[in-house]
């Protein structure tokens, strides 16, 4: 099973195919026992275990066909860089994906989602992996700000990036799917004309910061620790506004908070389009193995996000 191959059935009407063949975690026995017994935990030892097992399979990695521009500057603080992951074809149609890495709001690096850039360019979307400023140095809502500062950087450089401009998904794993999500829900943070036709939330953690307790070590950094702020920053209370299409990516082993956070999120927009978004469950993969898998023979998440990205790029 590739996921939720029911999800592209989505709140668009998406008449998807699937991918024949397409190796699942299940057909890598060994990785899939180690993930199920790591479980639900996410622990430096969780990671380190989990990275350790992808890190030859990501060595493997294929990457022909597609040209690399790192540390590109998007503004000026430090951290306000990014990679273009270029396809060899790139002629101004092919859809662009902005993708922001996860960490906690705390820590985290463009290069851990690398995978996924050379990934989508060999599949033909021009894929933008960017940092964004962290906590406590930086708090809401620099992370939606970033975004913005991220599309302002696509539609200013066209001719070093070779997307189409009007065909952007936004995106992003854990803490960067809140940063995503933020842009795509809060309109003050948006650019005008941005081209923004869909977006990829990974493992979301913080679409209701209300209903648990928030982590003194990660997110209370990031959005504050005065509880009377977090219904106006929690982005399932925004989804009245502009309205794109929404994609819902969580692993079979993800932590219960993202188990929990994506349940309500789905159900917020059903609520809201009478339709479900597209989900996609990466059976088998916990919070990190759900990129980390990306470049390797196992393509549990990959044909459902690029089916998503094809689906709102149709003219």
Known sequence: MNGFRLSVLTAFAVLATTVPGAAQIADSPETARTLKKLGT???????????????????????????????????????????????????????????????????????????????????????????????????????????????????????????????????????GSAHAAAYAMYEQYQIENDGMIGVILVSPPTANLTDHTIDPRRDALYYGTDASTYSDRSYINKLDGRKVPVMIAVGGMDIPLVQSQAGQLIQALYKRDGALPAISTAEGHNHISIVAHFGTTDETLGPDMLEFIKYVSLD
């Open 41 to 175: 935990e996410l622990s430096r030892e969780v990671v380190g275990a989990t990275m350790k097992t992808y890190g030859p399979l990501l060595a493997r990695m294929p990457k022909d066909g597609v040209t690399v521009m790192a540390d590109l500057k998007y503004g000026e603080a430090e951290r306000k860089v990014l990679d273009v992951y270029k396809p060899a074809d790139a002629n101004g149609t092919q859809p662009i994906l902005i993708f922001g890495h996860g960490g906690g709001f705390v820590r985290g690096d463009k290069k851990a989602v690398a995978n996924l850039g050379f990934y989508f360019a060999r599949h033909g979307v021009v894929t933008i992996a960017f940092n964004y400023r962290l906590a406590p140095a930086d708090s809401w809502p620099s992370g939606p700000e970033d975004v913005a500062g991220v599309m302002k950087w696509i539609h200013a450089n066209p001719s070093v990036h070779g997307g189409n401009t009007k065909k952007v998904i936004v995106g992003g794993h854990s803490a």
